[in-house]
Nanobody, 132 residues
Framework: VQLQASGGGLVQPGGSLRLSCKVS????????IGWFRQAPGKEREGLSC????????WYADSLKGRFTISKANAKNVFYLQVNDLQPDDTAAYYCATNPPTKGCGLTVVDGSLQLSSEYENWGQGTQVTVSS
């Protein structure tokens, strides 16, 4: 199984990017997909996921509706559209997949729903830098 993330880059505040994750070795029809990011000196943060079985999605509250997860099963590619980027969004962005038996891997931490980083397959990360 291989995941290849792409689409990162340098963008000005307020700009947008579409991150892609090309998957080989498994079918996205049934696998859960997730996006994470990690900024220097910070812990990995779960951003969004989509269940493979029914397409239900979850987003971290901190994203405030700026990010959208999607996938194209026929191409075996999934995406994260990121809008209104701000300097705090600067990070390496990672894509990941989980088998149907594990799903999105959402867990309750300190009373709030968060995305577990215990995904089975990971991409190499694509850097997003937001700066004027």
């Amino acid at each position: 199984v291989q995941l290849q993330a792409s689409g990162g880059g340098l963008v000005q505040p307020g700009g947008s990017l579409r991150l892609s994750c090309k998957v080989s070795g498994l079918s996205l029809d049934s696998y859960a997909i997730g996006w994470f990011r990690q900024a220097p000196g910070k812990e990995r943060e779960g951003l969004s996921c989509m269940h493979g079985s029914d397409g239900r999605t979850w987003y971290a509250d901190s994203l405030k509706g700026r990010f959208t997860i999607s996938k194209a099963n026929a191409k075996n590619v999934f995406y994260l559209q990121v809008n209104d980027l701000q300097p705090d969004d600067t990070a390496a962005y990672y894509c990941a997949t989980n088998p149907p038996t594990k799903g999105c891997g959402l867990t309750v931490v300190d009373g709030s729903l968060q995305l577990s980083s215990e995904y089975e397959n990971w991409g190499q990360g694509t850097q997003v830098t937001v700066s004027s």
